[in-house]
């Protein structure tokens, strides 16, 4: 598989799970009785995950890659970080994360649509900008809607010691000295060179997600990205709330 291939190969497969974690996260919604119009839109931003996953595996295959289905990764398929934790707090988790992800998603794929010039690459990055969006909203909606029914206290309680892991993959990424570049031909199918990549989601952290944790009291204002590297690293890759797995 090239460079181009792997990239809308992967893709499809994140919004594919996309799909299935708000899907999950709706059931959660239904179960703790939000307002109608909030769980109308959870069902939009499902479906709308599932044809972003649908175009990004035509565009795998405009590429040239295997017509045949995308392997998935079952395991991925399912919220699991908080998975003893009573409906409320797994679904805040989960309008957490998803907060994060939709924000990244906004900035990784307007770099997509500034390189692509392939007119199937641009079709696709113009229909899910224009998604991610509504999504983006659509989660820190959700946030705040979780926030009103739990009450400010307990949702500070439990969102800000997971801060740092729903970004994990934003502040723990370690580029190398030289990171590889896309010829213009594979840029044209809307990748982004690795380290305008990693710079822009890092960016998108500090300037946007942070604040927007900040605004609503769910994280101190003096925090910074670095404070949140450190609490990161504190965890050892265990999720905040889980113990570590035993050791033989
Ligand atoms: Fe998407
Ligand atoms: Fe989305």
Redesign the pocket.
Request: hydrophobic share 30%; glycine share 0%.
């Given at each position: 598989m090239n460079d181009v291939q792997r990239t809308w190969f992967r893709q499809a497969r994140t919004e594919y799970t996309?799909a299935s974690l708000v899907a999950e996260m709706t059931h959660w919604l239904i179960r703790l009785g939000v307002g109608p119009d909030l769980l109308v839109r959870a069902t939009r931003?499902v479906s709308?995950?599932v044809r972003?996953a649908t175009i990004c595996r035509e565009l795998y295959v405009h590429v040239g890659g295997d017509p045949g289905p995308v392997a998935l990764n079952p395991r991925a398929l399912a919220h699991a970080d908080d998975p003893d934790a009573p409906t409320h707090l797994r679904a805040i988790t989960a309008a957490g994360e998803l907060a994060c992800e939709?924000s990244v998603?906004l900035t990784v794929f307007r770099m997509r649509l500034e390189n692509a010039r392939d007119p199937m690459a641009r079709e696709v990055c113009e229909v899910i900008l224009r998604?991610?969006a509504t999504?983006r909203v659509f989660a820190w909606d959700t946030l705040d809607a979780l926030t009103a029914l739990v009450g400010q206290e307990a949702t500070r309680a439990w969102v800000r010691p997971r801060i740092a892991w729903w970004l994990r993959t934003y502040l723990g990424a370690k580029l190398r000295p030289v990171e590889p570049t896309f010829p213009p031909e594979d840029l044209a199918f809307g990748l982004i060179d690795r380290r305008a990549h990693w710079a822009a989601m890092r960016q998108t952290v500090e300037a946007q997600v942070l604040p927007r944790f900040q605004s609503r009291g769910l994280l101190e204002a003096e925090a910074t990205p670095a404070m949140l590297i450190a609490e990161l690293e504190a965890l050892g890759g265990v999720p905040p709330g889980r113990s570590p797995p035993a050791t033989a």
């Open positions: 996309a931003v709308d995950e972003h939709e998603a998604d991610e999504h």
